[in-house]
């Protein structure tokens, strides 16, 4: 049986192989990937169901839940508003969201929440999902919310504050909520699939997210994780057979910055692409000045919690570590939790993607093998 669709140059022709091999070799249900090298699709590929239920394929451009890799989207808009001039990554988020400033979180830089260090990675307030979907009353929360540790003095991941942190840094500068400002600066123009809160329209096309036998589940309710995942529980993860959930259409439709999106992998593939070459004959989004300030490490080791999982955070994104292997020191990326990937690296010139929905937990080689075969592909 042909394992996938599309094509791939001959070049990349080991990332085609490896795609292949990972239907054989785990228990991929539907997935792509998808690859930009110097501004142009030089991969673009994908195979098996995208709802269990019905059989339905995957198609070229089927997107699902990609979880956090919503980061990358808000990331992006933050970077270009500060090098628009719009916004100084290391000045208060109180100077352009003035209620934001108190309660202990004065000095809380845009900076300190891309790299997780601001203290705020959950709230204090139980919100119901109704108020979670309204904006304002996290909003409210936030500005209420007292630091869990001094700023900037350890780190911890912010989870769903991070979208809605930064998010309301963009509403305050351009009077659009994040997923809108996405849309009209960069995935409308650039027609990537791509979104923060999915349309109506897409809503019957997507792929429908599965878990894998024996993966492992959340930490009790009341454990910091589980709350920061969960939003204090008004969010069922992944209840994917469950209201809250991410196969429910409520929860995909409504803005949820930090770990919300659902694309396509080309539409991941191309905003990094966008990002450090420019596609359809643009100008790239981020400057190499500002390429270079998104990578320099600013969270790395422990976290507040105690663990290293081996993550290097610089602003906004992952970058090259044991944790997530990229390309190197250029690279920067964010991953979803059911596996998906997507990263950018302006000296190799990529941007890479690789979604699915079948969702594998701790220890998914599956992106990484793709990225091992891109990287022999490059360095031939």
């Known amino acids: 049986m042909e394992r996938y669709h599309g094509w791939a140059d001959e070049r990349f022709g080991a990332v085609a192989d490896a795609f292949a091999r990972n239907f054989a070799d785990f ?135 991070f979208g809605f942190l930064l998010g309301e840094v963009i509403r305050r500068l351009t009077g659009l909520t994040p997923g809108a400002y996405f849309r009209k ?32 589940g959340m930490p009790g309710p009341e454990h910091l994780l589980t709350r920061i995942v969960t939003m204090n529980g008004a969010l069922v993860f992944p209840g994917l057979d469950e209201p809250h959930g991410w196969n429910d259409p409520a929860l995909l439709g409504m803005e949820l910055p930090g770990a919300g999106a659902t694309a396509s992998a080309s539409g991941l593939a191309g905003l990094y692409a966008a990002a450090v070459t420019g596609i359809e004959g643009r100008e790239r989004l981020l400057t190499p000045d500002t390429v270079t300030d998104a990578v320099r490490e600013v969270s790395s080791g422990k976290g507040w919690l105690g663990f290293d999982a081996g993550a290097r955070w610089g602003s906004g994104f992952l970058l090259d570590s044991s944790f997530r292997p990229m390309l190197g020191r250029r690279s920067f990326g964010n991953d979803g939790a059911g596996g998906q990937f997507a990263f950018g690296d302006d000296e190799y010139g990529v941007g890479f993607a690789y979604v699915a929905n079948r969702m594998v937990g701790h220890g998914d080689a599956r992106a990484t093998r793709l990225i091992i075969a891109l990287r022999a592909c490059l360095d031939r």
């Open 27 to 161: 228990p991929e249900l539907g997935a792509a990937v998808a690859v930009y090298a110097g501004g142009r699709k030089v991969v673009d590929l994908w195979g098996g169901v995208a709802d269990e239920r019905t059989g339905r394929p995957w198609e070229q451009d089927t997107v699902v839940p990609v979880f956090s890799c919503a980061k990358a989207i808000v990331s992006v808009c933050v970077h270009l508003l500060a090098q628009e001039g719009r916004l100084d990554l290391d000045a208060p988020v109180g100077r352009y969201w003035p209620e934001f400033a108190r309660n202990g979180k004065e000095a809380i830089s845009g900076r300190m929440v891309l790299g997780h260090r601001a203290g705020v990675p959950v709230l204090d307030e139980v919100l119901p999902f109704a108020e979670i979907a309204a904006w304002t009353p996290v909003i409210h929360a936030i500005e209420e919310q007292r630091p869990l540790w001094e700023p900037n003095t350890a780190y911890e991941y912010h989870g769903h504050v």
């Open 185 to 216: 600066a960069v995935g409308d123009p650039l027609r990537l699939r791509a979104w923060i809160g999915l349309p109506d329209e897409e809503m019957s096309g997507r792929a429908r997210l599965v878990e894998a036998e024996g993966r492992p």
